[in-house]
């Protein structure tokens, strides 16, 4: 997984609430037999329409999403961020999230941001007004803020998951922290019993 | 030191680390991979650009979506594509990670359940995954045999030859007495599953001991352990006794000589201790088991073949009597019609519940000489391996099958979960051996029995089903 450190990127808003899994990557996308491609599938049914934000080129190339309140709701998918991921996206902001869908995120590497509405209000509306608008997501001082830092707003999030996310570990990062012992088992199991090896 | 179970001892035995929230990491002896969403695991690894940390503890199986016809066309004899794709991406998948891999063209090919006991894999004492949740078959073996998913855990025990568990809550059936003539260790697992209910063993690891269970060969062994998920834990074992160890001698991977001789001295100390206490203990009397039919759309809906369809308005409990409502509708069953009275389109006699050398014998032995009905349209052998299948052939029970008007197919999966190509129909009835009833497993719309292979066998005959305790 990669480190998650500081986020400078481009914004692209999706002023809707609730947008949910099944939006972010119709079933019939699921049925692919790899992960990555999923990306194509991101929010299929609106890309069909010219106006969508993601058709529109200002944000093309974008890394952060803008979004309402319950991002995520709906089936369980996992495949909800990776799709957001191999599209480009490293992390969205929303008023809230929606549960299974705020976990799978940070397992996955990315990062969901909360922030209150009125702050997220305040970035739609930059971001509506100024074409190009960035920010600069700093996950170590846990702020949001505008490139020029004019505008910064504070997010919380849970320790540990800060930790994983900065040192780009995953549940599989965080199990060979105990490398050391895990060979040190294997040693004695295999002078003990090699008729298992 | 504190008696202990024969669980106990092996999860003891495998724990490297115990984290903060309760879970522990231990430390996985060997693991068993099939095509099953497996790729997604593969994938991800990939992308993160890891390998595999110790790929001869591995053992790639291809069962579930192989189709059982046309193998000496390889992959291009498999006409939907999909199916064919995923095929090739377990081989694929094997061959880039360097773990060993038994796919459709090998002779040892077959059921991962089916064949880490025979070729000896499965030895008492071993910690043994894979992404599939009739896992537990392997205990049998004296294994703590887990099943985890195919994605995020099963990527995480190919890349560090751990897994992360929360202890479960131990359990004994202790099922004493002698079984009647035609009483099969399937019926004896489905009569326990129809006392407990499916939910009735979840969140524990269960131990099946007793003198029924201790008279009990391998195969039979096997076949109750594998349903133990049904019950709804996921792990289930037998303690390892001389059947288990004459099973094990000599078989391709297991200990050899001198080593043979130390693993058997360690084996022996893995037996419950005889005061060790269990969480929860039930008892059975296996002399009054009878042969089982199930009438409805869960593993619990089963009666004794002698017996009728259930009415749900004698039933109290409201949130059963609805279930069984709507499990007699989709199976399109009367409340009160004799079980033997059900007539039946198809027949499948394989699964990684009985699909060994036993069950072929016994369902060989009941269609010797016979044929299968007209009503039914087709009869369905599927051994559980490519081992099983050699053996079978050199005593002549492919013949008896063939002549007896049955299809001898090529092992796998099969119609046990209607993943690949063999399905029933909407509204078709089968009577099968295999594990699960639940609505559209065998095929969108089709209606599962679930029964031992001597009965399956009966029904194929009779075109119904028949209670084989009387009949000749």
């Known amino acids: 997984m990669d480190k998650f450190t500081v986020l400078n990127g481009l914004v692209a808003p999706i002023d809707r609430a609730n947008v ?24 299929a049914e609106w890309r069909k329409d010219a106006s969508f934000v993601l058709n529109q080129s200002r944000y093309k190339g974008a890394t952060i999403l ?18 957001l991921m191999d599209y480009g996206f490293r992390s969205v902001i929303a008023p809230s999230f929606a549960d299974i869908f705020f976990n799978n995120s940070f397992k996955n590497g990315f990062l969901p941001v909360v922030l209150s509405e009125a702050e997220v209000d305040r970035l739609f509306h930059e971001c509506n007004a ?40 995953d549940e599989i990062g965080l199990t060979l922290r105990h490398a050391d012992k895990i060979r040190a088992f294997e040693a004695r199991r295999k002078a003990q019993h090699p008729w298992y090896f | 030191m504190t008696a202990r179970t ?6 003891a035995d495998h724990v490297i680390v115990v984290s903060p929230q309760g879970e522990e990491l231990l430390y996985v002896d060997f693991n068993l991979i099939n095509e099953g969403q497996s790729f997604l695991a ?84 071993m910690l043994i995954t894979c992404n599939d949740s009739h896992t537990a078959t392997n205990g049998a073996c004296g294994v703590l045999a887990i099943p985890i998913g195919g994605g995020n855990q099963l990527r995480h025990v190919v890349a560090t030859q751990t897994v992360w568990l929360k202890k479960p809550k131990t359990m004994r059936f202790t099922v004493d007495g002698v079984r009647p003539e035609a009483v099969t260790a399937k019926d004896v697992i489905l009569s326990i599953i129809r006392e407990i209910g499916v939910g009735g063993a979840t969140g524990y690891a269960i131990e099946y001991a007793g003198a029924a269970i201790r008279a009990m060969s391998m ?63 039930l008892s059975f009397d296996a002399a009054r088991f009878a042969p089982m039919v199930t009438w409805g759309t869960s593993p619990e809906d089963c009666s004794p073949v002698d017996g009728v369809v259930p009415d749900p308005s004698s039933i109290g409990d409201g949130d059963r009597r609805r279930h069984v409502e709507r499990a007699l509708d989709y199976m399109k069953l009367k409340p009160a019609t004799p079980l033997q009275q059900v007539a039946i389109d198809r027949v499948f006699i394989g699964s990684c519940t009985n699909s060994r050398i036993e069950d072929l014998r016994v369902a060989a032995a009941v269609v010797k000489g016979r044929r299968v009905a007209r009503n039914v349209k087709l009869a369905l052998v599927v ?40 399905r029933l129909s909407a509204g078709e009835r089968c009577a099968s051996t295999s594990n699960r009833n639940f609505e559209g497993r065998q095929g969108p719309g089709g209606r599962t029995h679930l029964v031992s292979p001597a009965m399956a066998a009966a029904a194929a005959i009779e075109g119904h089903f028949v209670d084989i305790r009387r009949w000749t």
């Open chain 1, 20 to 43: 949910d899994t099944d939006q972010i990557i119709p079933k019939q996308y699921l049925a692919s037999i790899k992960r990555t491609g999923f990306g194509e599938g991101l929010f």
């Open chain 1, 66 to 83: 803008l979004g309402r309140k319950n991002f995520g709701c709906g089936s369980s998918r996992e495949h909800a961020p990776w799709a």
């Open chain 1, 130 to 169: 100024f074409p190009g608008f960035r920010l600069v997501i700093d996950l170590e001082r846990q702020t949001v803020a505008s490139t020029d830092g004019a505008l910064t707003m504070h997010f919380d999030i849970d320790p540990f998951r800060k930790y994983c996310l900065l040192n780009g570990l």
């Open chain 2, 6 to 11: 024969l669980f106990e001892k092996i999860w």
């Open chain 2, 42 to 125: 593969f994938d991800q690894l990939r992308m993160e650009g890891r390998s595999s940390r110790r790929p001869q503890q591995h053992l790639a199986v291809t069962d579930h979506y192989l189709p059982t016809i046309n193998r000496d066309r390889g992959t291009a004899g498999m006409a939907n594509p999909e199916i064919r794709r995923v095929v090739e991406m377990l081989d694929e998948n094997a061959t880039e990670f360097k773990l060993p891999h038994i796919g459709w063209g090998h002779l040892d090919q077959g059921i991962a359940h089916v064949i880490a006991p025979e070729l000896g894999i499965a030895q008492p004492g």
């Open chain 2, 219 to 281: 195969e039979s062994r096997l076949t109750i352990c594998n349903m133990s998920i049904e019950g709804g834990a996921r792990i289930g074992m037998v303690g390892p006794d001389d059947t288990t160890y004459q099973f094990l001698n000599g078989r391709r991977k297991a200990p050899q000589g001198a080593d043979w001789d130390r693993a058997l001295t360690y084996w022996k100390t893995l037996p419950t201790d005889a005061d060790a206490a269990f969480d929860r203990e």
């Open chain 2, 383 to 422: 051994p559980g391996s490519g081992l099983v299948k050699e053996q079978a052939e050199r005593e002549g029970l492919d013949r008896i099958f063939r002549d007896a008007g049955f299809e001898w197919r090529e092992p796998g999966c099969s119609m046990c979960l209607g993943m690949n190509p063999d």
